[in-house]
């Protein structure tokens, strides 16, 4: 009876340390297929790959110093811990997880950290942000080798963003003594990182693959093994997930209904980017007669537009109504909720009101508008949205003159005296990201690129009202208070009704049930390359019918 | 014929430095790389930078004199995407797209040619229209829209074939249909045209008149001598393979050169699209040239004219 007894307990105490023991490499089986229409420059040395690149793929075998938080999406720990800033402002210490290595078993330390920094902003980088941070950070410093202290020129609050792989890829973490050791070639070669997954094959121009490691704390992977594969084509890559070629594939809206249609899951990632349009050079002394140059009248082209419809029939209803420029429910440091209730006023469809602004403002006939519909690479939907919209001016009265551009041939003329550009509205869109003031300074800042509110000459009062509030928001380390300038920053540039968004858009995925179990994405994060460590096998979670 | 030879390679370097030009100074016009590798709030500090490091920052004639300089030594430059020399990339790609030609020529010629001979047999009959049609649609149809088609009937519906990408045999099957299906329809129509105008000739009639059946004066006869004209137009169909894979690689995910070229465009990387062109200009040139020696060798009114 004892032995029995003893038998029995010994049973369940071994079941119940079996069930809440660790994943570990025996429990990882199967190959985990992802078809993608692009991986971007395919190289695993992180310093010549840009954002969507680093985020699809190079993600799975490199952490970042600061990672995410999954579950409201935007900045979260990452290969620090924790990050603080120093009252002047001057430094921010990073604090690095214990107990991290990299795939040669090399222990991942301070040094690596520094050593990863100085790389991106060094000779041969092709990072975007290389410029701005050799200027921004003043030095690196190891502390001991769990701590690192970054020394920047100036208060640098949204450091910590920069260097998330929510924002930006120039925060992926290298191995200093590998690459000192083998040198850059090599490293291109046999890369090694410190991310759950290990790099085993890159095969240009057709697919990468890695296979998992047996524990790591972003999450240890279900499968044993993941293949991405290039498909260019769409219906291929839908095609390839129907066969079970493949366990995932990214599609846009357009793929949406079809892919349900044939059986597929479809899963949405919310908040990933906003479809937005917005007006050039409107304070130039040039546009000064131009209708574009007068407030009212861009509020009323925004109140003509039916923004549920162009949810429902050019998104296949997988959107939503948008937050002011550039604003998520997951950004930092903002009163979403204040927000969503302005936006839902501010942005509805109101064809009458539209049209008795226009006549209020000179123009009961209408105007000619002359409107550049453009789409970046692998958001073909943005052209349908773009000729939506110019269909609901036409119904106002506005007579829209409507030129398509391919994006390579667009964002040159944004640049210099932007002569093609201004006195035009043109389409645009702006990525989920969780830190406003980065992007409102790329369109709004006298000295940016596309200074929509005013330039050095020309910077009229909301230009100037943007600056002050922008400059504040560099040095202000009080949450309370960064927030209600965030909420400025906001308001002055939504009461300009220069940038105006259409919708909230979403990242699509075709999803076979019988290849991979259900999983959750990360909010405002389109790419999948911080996921694949957690998702399970089919059979260790099935899809909910 | 050293001089004729002679005269053709250095019409073939003439041709081959005008076809460099015009990709250096037309890739220019539309767009620049550094838009695409940068996100749409990057500063202008950083796009200089950027600018600078790919070496895209001095006057276009500056750049063009280096290109120039460089290629002159056999330095195709750097992919700016891939971090690679180009013309290495471009020889790593080549073999992938030269195992489909042979297989789609086959294809073409095994279908095309007595397609062709039938039709020309049949003149003006119930066949020769249904081989016109055949012809018509091969011509017709998009390349894209019947590798999409075959997907969804062969790989989606019955679940035969696997829907892209390299592999074992079964892989190369949908994308030689698919690349194989113009020259189908081109052999068929050239196959035709030789056969009406050979079986006019004399020594078919006397073949016939000789008692020969009428299987062996076509298929041995007619067909043998119809086929010279079939044979030299080898040249321009492996030239049109060669250059017309980029749809059928894309649509099958097929990591050839045309594929290679298809991305080049995309991503602006002037370097990788430069290589890409002149280097397959130098092939066609070469089978071009290849195919005009042999005609001049065959036919010496060819080299003295």
Known sequence: ?545 | MKRYIARRLMQGVILLFMVATIVFFLGRLTGNPVDLMLPEDATAEDRAALTQTLGLDGPILDQYAIFVGKAMHGDLGMSIRMKQPAAEAFFDRLPNTLVLIPWAILLGMILGIPLGVVAAVNRGGMLDRAAGTVAVLGVAMPSFWLGVLLIFVFSVELGWLPSGRMGGPSHYILPVITLGTFLVAGFMRITRSAMLEVMESEFVKLARIKGLSEATVIWKHCLRNALIPVLTLWGVFVGNLITGAIVTETVFAWPGIGRLTYEAVIYRDFPLLQAVIILKSILILSINLGVDILYAYVDPRIRLA
């Open chain 1, 1 to 545: 009876m004892l032995r029995h007894l003893v038998r029995t307990v010994t049973l369940a105490v071994a079941l119940a340390i079996a069930a809440t023991a660790p994943l570990g490499a025996q429990d990882q089986k199967g190959t985990l297929v992802f078809a993608v229409e692009s991986l971007g420059a395919q190289t695993l040395d992180p310093i010549l790959e840009g954002r969507p690149g680093n985020a699809v793929y190079q993600a799975v075998m490199y952490d970042s110093l600061v990672g995410f938080n999954l579950e409201k999406g935007g900045v979260g720990p990452g290969v620090a811990e924790r990050w603080e800033m120093t009252p002047d402002g001057l430094t921010w210490t990073f604090f690095i997880r214990p107990g991290q290595t990299f795939h040669n078993g090399d222990k991942l330390t301070a040094h690596d950290v520094k050593f990863s920094l100085e790389r991106q902003m060094g000779p041969g980088s092709l990072a975007a942000a290389a410029a701005t941070m050799k200027r921004i950070i003043k030095s690196i410093e190891v502390i001991d080798e769990l701590t690192v202290k970054v020394n920047t020129t100036s208060p640098q609050i949204g450091l910590p963003a920069s260097l998330s792989r929510a924002v930006a890829p120039e925060g992926a973490i290298m191995p200093k003594n590998y690459i000192e050791k083998v040198g850059d070639e090599e490293f291109r070669k046999k890369p090694i990182g410190s991310g759950p997954w290990k790099f085993v094959r890159n095969v240009p121009g057709d697919r990468i693959e890695f296979t998992a490691v047996a524990k790591h704390w972003r999450g240890t992977p279900h499968f044993k093994d993941l293949h991405m594969l290039l498909v260019p084509e769409e219906s291929t890559r839908v095609a390839m997930v129907r066969t079970g070629e493949a366990a995932i594939a990214s599609i846009g809206p357009e793929a949406m209904l079809g892919a349900a249609r044939a059986g597929l899951e479809v899963l949405s990632v919310p908040g990933t980017m906003q479809a937005i349009f917005q007006f050039w050079g409107t304070y130039k002394p040039e546009v000064k007669d131009s209708p574009i140059a007068k407030v009212r009248v861009r509020q009323a082209l925004s109140l003509a537009i039916d923004r549920k419809q162009v949810i429902e029939h050019v998104m296949n209803g997988k959107a939503r109504m948008p937050y002011p420029f550039s604003t998520f429910g997951y950004t930092d440091y903002f009163s979403a909720d204040r927000w969503e209730k302005w936006a839902a006023e501010a942005y509805r469809y109101d064809p009458v009101l539209a049209k008795k602004i226009l006549a209020e403002e000179g123009y009961p006939n209408g105007f000619e508008l002359k409107f550049a519909n453009t789409a970046l690479p692998g958001t073909q939907f943005m052209v349908d949205i773009g000729t939506a919209i110019a269909d609901m001016w036409t119904k106002v009265g506005v007579k829209v003159t409507l030129k398509h551009y391919e994006w390579g041939s667009f964002a040159p003329m944004e640049r210099g005296d932007q002569a093609p550009l201004i006195g035009w509205a043109s389409m645009y869109r702006t990525a989920g990201r969780p830190d406003a003031p980065w992007r409102y300074n790329g369109a709004f800042s006298p000295d940016s690129t596309q200074r929509l509110l005013g330039d050095k000459e020309n910077c009229p009062q909301d230009c100037q009202e943007f600056v002050k509030t922008y400059q504040a928001l560099g040095s202000e380390l009080d949450k309370d208070k960064r927030t209600a300038l965030t909420d400025r920053m906001v308001e002055i540039t939504s009461n300009s009704w220069t940038v105006i968004p259409i919708i909230e858009g979403m990242g699509y995925y075709a999803i076979n049930t019988k290849k991979v179990g259900q999983f959750n994405p990360i909010p405002g994060r389109h790419e999948l390359g911080d996921v694949f460590e957690r998702m399970p096998r089919p059979e260790q979670k099935p899809w909910k019918k």
